[in-house]
Each structure stands twice: as C-alpha cells, then as structure tokens.
T-cell receptor
Framework: DTGVSQNPRHKITKRGQNVTFRCDPI?????LYWYRQTLGQGPEFLTY????????KSRLLSDRFSAERPKGSFSTLEIQRTEQGDSAMYLC????????????FGPGTRLTVT | QQQVKQSPQSLIVQKGGISIINCAYE??????FPWYQQFPGKGPALLIA?????SEKKEGRFTISFNKSAKQFSLHIMDSQPGDSATYFC??????????????FGSGTKLNVKP
C-alpha cells in the first residue's frame, strides 16, 4: 500500500499526558499537511510542511502542539498536557510539490482524552 | 466564522435516485472547489473538483454545478447506490502563506442510500 499511513490509529490517554502521532506521506510527496476533525465536522487545517520546513501554522495550533518533519519524510505531531477538548481525529495529508491541489489523506489517528 | 457552509447535514435517498448536496462560500479569492468522500474509519478521498472558470464538471455519476455569481456550488450524484452511503465534504481552496493550497472544509453531509 503506497498511500499515506498514520500511527497509531487510536490513542486513549488521560488528561495531562503527552501524546505523539506519526504520519508517513506518499514517498514522492514533498508537501505534508495536518488537519483536525471533530465529530460531525469537516477537517480543519492545522499546519503545513514543504519538505522539512514548517511554512504555516493555524491559530488552532496552540503552544501545546508541535509538529516536525525532520528529514522531509515522515512527520510527527505532539500534543503536550492533553485536554479533553483535544479529543478528535488527527488527519495527515500529502501532495506533490508541483500540485498542492490534490491532497491525499491518511486514515487518521483518533485521540480520546479521558 | 465558517468559510464554507454545507447543507443538508444528512440526506436519505432511495437507490437509483439523485442526491444533491449544496455548499456556499463568501471569499471570492477561493480558486478550487473539491468534494471529498469519507467512509467510517477512513480519511477523506478526493471525489471530484472544479475551478471557478467552469460552470459544470461531470465524472461518471458525479457532477459539480458551480455558480460563481451566487458563490454556490453543489454535488449531484445520479443513480445513487447503497455503496455511495458515506459522508461528503465540500471544500474551497485559497493560496496559503507557504505558497500552497489551504483547504477550508464544509461541515459534511451524511448520505444514506436505501436499497
């Protein structure tokens, strides 16, 4: 399977704990995006990487959130001191450098904060 | 403020019928309008997309109608099938600071096609 993969698929954590998610984009895709999707809503943009550079962050991305893409391949999204409001599906997408219109989404990581 | 408004929230259609989902936007800088299909437990998948210089685009049973002056666009699914039962999201794209296409999604329509 050469699509976008995300791990873990599900994560249950207690409030106040730190969590980290991983995204592996399609191999030749230079562009990588993180979105958050709450129940009954569409995905909301969080941040964008071109290769290893993080070029835009949404105001939704509070200082408890940090994302990295150290070698321009996989990316990680870390949430520190999780809150119940962080419960959501976290989606990763990737696209070619030449075409950022067609974004391919991974299956997401569902986070539940208890 | 939601950039893209989508309706209805849910839709029930008989097999063979036409499903119609509507979206509206305000920002005239949007330059690309995709529709995504999402099945439970999966990420959204691109279904069909249109640019604002075109009024209609058809791919198989799926058609986008685009009304630039009204700032509205809609998805029509002809001959709807039970396998089309999914959540559909419209989206609109604008150029982000990092020279990429930043998507704003509607809130989704859950389609149920009855056999």
């Amino acid at each position: 399977d050469t699509g976008v993969s995300q791990n873990p698929r599900h994560k249950i954590t207690k409030r106040g704990q730190n969590v980290t998610f991983r995204c592996d984009p399609i191999s030749e895709h230079n562009r990588l995006y993180w979105y958050r999707q709450t129940l009954g809503q569409g995905p909301e943009f969080l941040t964008y990487f071109q290769n290893e550079a993080q070029l835009e962050k949404s105001r939704l991305l509070s200082d408890r959130f940090s994302a990295e893409r150290p070698k321009g391949s996989f990316s990680t999204l870390e949430i520190q001191r999780t809150e119940q409001g962080d419960s959501a599906m976290y989606l990763c997408a990737s696209s070619l450098l030449a075409d950022s219109y067609e974004q391919y989404f991974g299956p997401g990581t569902r986070l539940t904060v208890t | 403020q939601q950039q893209v408004k989508q309706s209805p929230q849910s839709l029930i259609v008989q097999k063979g019928g036409i499903s119609i989902i509507n979206c509206a936007y305000e920002n005239t800088a949007f330059d690309y309008f995709p529709w995504y299909q999402q099945f439970p437990g999966k990420g959204p998948a691109l279904l069909i997309a249109i640019r604002p210089d075109v009024s209609e685009k058809k791919e198989g049973r799926f058609t986008i109608s685009f009304n630039k002056s009204a700032k509205q666009f809609s998805l029509h699914i002809m001959d709807s099938q039970p396998g089309d039962s999914a959540t559909y999201f419209c989206a609109a794209s604008i150029r982000g600071r990092g020279n990429f296409n930043k998507f704003y999604f509607g809130s989704g329509t859950k389609l149920n096609v009855k056999p």
